[in-house]
């Protein structure tokens, strides 16, 4: 399946191609002729095996990132592949390694769009932030979905041996957001948390994060009637149907709130005094909101809970999906009901 090193690299290859924005439906093709990308000094090729989908893959195709995006694109940022050429800066990686990673270091900015929704500060709020405009950066016009994909080795680590190339490509943007999500609410062993949305892509990472990694005490979780099994296989002790139950209203309170969903305000209501809520999905004082910066350091420090299976990755029953489904993929995740993550595999 994959290519082997000193093996020739074509000049085009085939990739999943929108050149307007919209939905997957109306504006992805496969396009069999997109140039292959140029390759600088800090950066490897890989040979894409296996690519994730991400929901910021959707917002970028849906046009929030427009400000700071440029089409035609081939959208991925999760991948699993092998390395078939080095830049010349380039020192880890050699080639024929397996490798894994998100190939987008700088995650995007909160579209413009969308700002007149997000809480204005006053006078008085502490605040804290990058002033450093220049530090933004594009994400990549070749991602993941295509033959090859070209990206800095830093944001790679080596593929865990007792993973497939579909379990590898699963992991990188969701257990990197799960791990810093959590470093920054400053949850620590003997703490309790509560993660809304535990059966997502993010939410499944978060569970096992806080439990074997970081050694919570007692982890809760939400989601539907029939993924309560599912928050307990991962290491839940307490799985909520939210269907069936107002977390914000239950007598216990939680030293951390994780929240992956978008509910803040019933967020608030359910931490501890002095306790931390971290969101996902928009700016919101008071809490803690951040949008991750892709390391293959993160992946390698967590490279032993992988390898001895006490964090797994998940993948939606529903997958993975054939490079030929690919419109299929992302219509499936834009319904926001996935399991796990949605794969795309193999490629091509």
Request: charged share 25%; hydrophobic share 35%; proline share 6%.
């Amino acid at each position: 399946m994959a290519a082997a090193a000193g093996s020739t690299i074509p000049s085009y290859i085939k990739g999943w191609v929108y050149s307007e924005y919209g939905k997957a439906s109306d504006v992805l093709k496969l396009d069999p002729n997109v140039p292959i990308p140029e390759l600088k000094e800090d950066q490897v090729l890989i040979k894409v095996i296996a690519a994730a989908l991400n929901p910021a893959d959707s917002k970028r195709m849906h046009g929030y990132f427009k400000d700071s995006d440029t089409i035609p694109t081939v959208p991925g940022y999760d991948v699993a592949g092998v390395v078939v050429k080095v830049g010349s800066q380039a020192k880890n990686f050699k080639e024929g390694d397996e490798v894994y990673g998100d190939i987008n270091e700088k995650s995007l900015d909160w579209p413009k769009k969308m700002e007149s929704q997000v809480k204005n500060f006053k006078e008085g709020d502490e605040v804290y932030g990058d002033l450093n405009e220049k530090s933004r950066e594009f994400p990549k016009k070749v991602g993941s979905l295509a033959e090859y994909t070209a990206t800095e080795e830093r944001v790679l680590a080596f593929k865990p041996k007792n993973l497939s190339f579909t379990e590898a490509a699963s992991l990188p943007a969701a257990i990197e957001t799960a791990y810093e999500g959590l470093e920054r609410a400053g949850l620590s062993a003997g703490q309790s948390i509560l993660v809304l949305g535990g059966a997502g892509g993010v939410g499944t990472q978060v569970i096992q994060l806080a439990k074997h990694v970081f050694g919570a005490s007692k982890v809760a979780a939400t989601s539907s009637t029939g993924k309560l099994d599912l928050l307990k296989s991962l290491g839940a002790d307490l799985p909520i149907d939210y269907t069936e139950v107002k977390y914000e209203e239950l007598p216990e309170k939680f030293d951390v709130v994780y929240d992956t969903v978008g509910e803040v305000d019933r967020a608030l209501k359910a931490v501890k005094e002095g306790g931390q809520v971290v969101t996902l999905v928009a700016p919101h004082p008071p809490v803690t909101y951040f949008v991750i910066t892709s390391t293959g350091t993160v992946l390698e420090k967590l490279r032993p809970y992988l390898e001895n299976g006490r964090v797994k990755p998940l993948i939606d029953p529903k997958g993975p999906f054939q490079f030929s489904q690919a419109v299929e993929a992302f219509s499936y995740l834009d319904t926001n009901r996935t399991t796990g993550k949605v794969v795309v595999y193999p490629i091509p």
